[in-house]
């Protein structure tokens, strides 16, 4: 019994290749033991799969996977050595898989039952309430990278582009343009504590923590844009804002709704209360000529390109609008003119 306590312990709390898991100690266990001769690793994923279809669980085949794997050893089901498929699980493990599938079934997302999860092939700490990166804002930085092969004056100086991003959370967004552009700098903000210190974990496990400067900042609040012209200006502005439409809010999912910082989705009555602040922030900050590249919500394309024109002392052109994978327009690139000017 004292074995089985320690290797419990082991698989709840160390290092891991997902950096152990993270979390409250055990309150109770599911309904759900599976019988006794379900013993392998494949029979597993059918025994949890059925129940997280019978419960109404989102992905329930990907989410048994996931976590089973996760308590293997590796990131993903496919990439288990095919012994471990047939293999039988000792005890520890059988205990650790039915306590992280208990969660599952209160709807936490998987991403937070295991604590981390890749980004642009970068392995990430996640952790509640810190928004997770979906894969839409991976199509933005692979936007963005495209663009800055293809426009070379997209990213500004050839030493490497300095970059704002706006709303950092996780530190996705900032951490994967660090990764491929080995000589840029970021200027990463939010105004949320828990996400500060999560883009902290993640630049100093990354190893990127000295070309990023990560600054507690509101951009809402009136002047905030001061604080970051002493490090400016800045040749590309990137951001992922809150742009759900407050009515929208309640019907979020259940993993949504119950788990991540509304802060970080809530964009107010037409979902625009942030992104016309960065809007109205970018002509202080940027170069000329200097770009803007967003991701927002699939009714927001219209309404920014109406903002816009309405604000013409800003100088900001919407010049492209880009659809994601499932063909709604999602990403905005908005470029700063010429004939702006960045204060002294």
Same mark, same amino acid.
């Given at each position: 019994? /004292? *074995?089985?306590?320690?290797? !419990? ?5 160390? %290092?891991?290749?997902? &950096?152990?898991?993270? #979390? ?114 991976? /199509? *933005?930085?692979?936007?963005? !990278? ?5 426009? %070379?004056?997209?990213? &500004?100086?050839?030493? #490497? ?184």
């Amino acid at each position: 019994m /004292e *074995l089985w306590s320690r290797m !419990l312990w082991t698989l709840l709390s160390g %290092p891991g290749r997902r &950096g152990g898991i993270q #979390g409250r100690a055990f309150s109770s266990w599911p309904p759900h033991p599976p019988p006794a001769e379900l013993v392998s690793a494949t029979e597993l994923v059918r025994h949890w799969t059925a129940i997280f279809e019978e419960r109404g669980i989102p992905e329930a085949q990907e989410s048994s996977e996931y976590i089973i794997a996760h308590v293997l050893g590796a990131k993903t089901f496919q990439s288990l050595k095919p012994a471990l498929w047939t293999q039988p699980l000792n005890a520890g493990q059988l205990q650790c898989i039915q306590e992280l599938n208990s969660r599952r079934l209160q709807r936490m997302p998987i991403q937070y039952i295991l604590g981390e999860w890749d980004f642009q092939g970068l392995s990430l700490k996640m952790a509640p309430p810190v928004f997770i990166p979906r894969p839409e804002t991976e /199509e *933005l930085v692979e936007w963005v !990278l495209e663009e800055a092969a293809q426009q %070379p004056h997209v990213v &500004g100086a050839q030493g #490497g582009p300095l970059i704002l991003e706006v709303g950092c959370g996780s530190g996705a967004i900032s951490l994967g343009l660090l990764s491929h552009f080995p000589q840029s700098r970021v200027i990463a903000v939010d105004k949320e504590e828990a996400a500060i210190s999560l883009t902290h974990e993640n630049a100093r496990r990354l190893r990127l923590q000295d070309r990023i400067r990560i600054v507690h900042l509101d951009v809402t609040l009136e002047g905030s844009w001061a604080h970051l012209l002493p490090w400016g200006p800045m040749d590309l502005i990137v951001s992922n804002p809150p742009y759900v439409f407050h009515q929208d809010m309640e019907q979020l999912a259940p993993e949504i709704h119950r788990y991540e910082d509304p802060v970080a989705l809530d964009g107010g009555e037409e979902g625009m209360d942030v992104i016309t602040h960065i809007l109205a922030l970018a002509p202080q900050l940027l170069k000329n000529s200097g770009s803007i590249f967003l991701e927002v919500e699939p009714r927001h394309p219209e309404l920014v390109g109406s903002w816009l024109g309405s604000q013409p002392d800003l100088y900001l052109e919407l010049v492209a609008v880009r659809r994601d994978f499932c063909g709604r327009p999602r990403f905005l690139h908005v470029r700063k003119s010429q004939a702006a000017q960045v204060p002294d």
